[in-house]
């Protein structure tokens, strides 16, 4: 995680795959129900995991 990325661009929520919270938003109020299916909806992976609680916790507030 680039903190000083994640500093100048709010709404950066991954900075190792450029995910944006409002795309997470998307994805989670249409079914995306971990932060690892918000991974595969971007054809991408974990890296270095610190994002993690934060989707989950944007996944929560959307439920
Ligand atoms: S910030 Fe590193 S995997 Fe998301």
Do not use: Q, W
Not at 30 to 38: A, T
Not at 49 to 58: Q, R
């Amino acid at each position: 995680m680039n903190h000083e990325r994640m500093k100048n661009e709010p709404g950066l929520v991954c900075t190792c795959n450029d995910l944006y919270r409002e795309s997470i938003e998307i994805e989670a109020a249409e079914g995306c129900e971990d932060s690892e299916e918000i991974m595969y909806a971007h054809a991408t992976f974990f890296r270095c995991g610190e994002c993690k609680p934060i989707i989950d916790k944007i996944i929560t507030d959307v439920a």
